[in-house]
T-cell receptor, first 116, second 113 residues
């Protein structure tokens, strides 16, 4: 069975500082990894994904994520945080089920709070 | 392209009632997945439909059901509502491959009194 762990319930960072939101995964076979962001009372917005190739993936709003196969991690990063980045962030992994079709498994989410 | 739309956005029901939620996927997307989001359990997968067939199902009781129409629009139904069914129900659409991004709708907020 596949799983995703986001070890921090909340991350606090000052505006202008770099931010990291951590994610580790467990899956059989090749992982397909995603980051989504959710603002209050809204659906999830896609940020970026890793399928194959370069371990550093660049996404929307200046976010990037680094895939590390040996550490089974896919941490989300941004060089300079904005107050408007404050939101709930979800890491997700996609993999094939025993029936051959994929499902998306999400972590519990990490609340990012950026202070002015 | 228009995004994923869900109706209604908000619902208030009482225990024992049933409810139907609707999801219209992005044009051209044939896969529709449903998720339940609660503060305690996070995002939990309900089921996925592709070309009118349920392909995957999460660990939810039979009170939760769904269907997909030939135009890829999907509905989910919850019968005999319980207080614990109060949640944000999210629909997501994608093409087909596991590498494809799922795009989410704004969700339906269901409150069961």
């Amino acid at each position: 069975a596949q799983s995703v762990a986001q070890p921090e319930d909340q991350v606090n960072v000052a505006e202008g500082n770099p931010l990291t939101v951590k994610c580790t995964y467990s899956v059989s076979g090749n992982p397909y990894l995603f980051w989504y962001v959710q603002y209050p009372n809204r659906g999830l917005q896609f940020l970026l994904k890793y399928i194959t190739g370069d371990n550093l993936v660049k996404g929307s709003y200046g976010f990037e994520a680094e895939f590390n196969k040996s550490q089974t991690s896919f941490h989300l990063k941004k060089p300079s945080a904005l107050v408007s980045d404050s939101a709930l962030y979800f890491c997700a992994v996609s993999a094939f089920t025993s029936r051959g079709y994929s499902t998306l498994t999400f972590g519990k989410g990490t609340m990012l709070l950026v202070s002015p | 392209k228009a995004g994923v739309t869900q109706t209604p956005r908000y619902l208030i029901k009482t225990r024992g009632q049933q409810v139907t939620l609707s999801c219209s996927p992005i044009s051209g997307h044939r896969s529709v997945s449903w998720y339940q989001q609660t503060p305690g359990q996070g995002l939990q997968f309900l089921f996925e439909y592709f070309s009118e067939t349920q392909r995957n199902k999460g660990n939810f009781p039979g009170r939760f059901s769904g269907r997909q129409f030939s135009n890829s629009r999907s509905e989910m139904n919850v019968s005999t509502l319980e207080l614990g069914d109060s949640a944000l129900y999210l629909c997501a659409s994608s093409t087909d491959r596991s590498t494809d991004t799922q795009y989410f709708g704004p969700g339906t907020r269901l409150t069961v009194l």
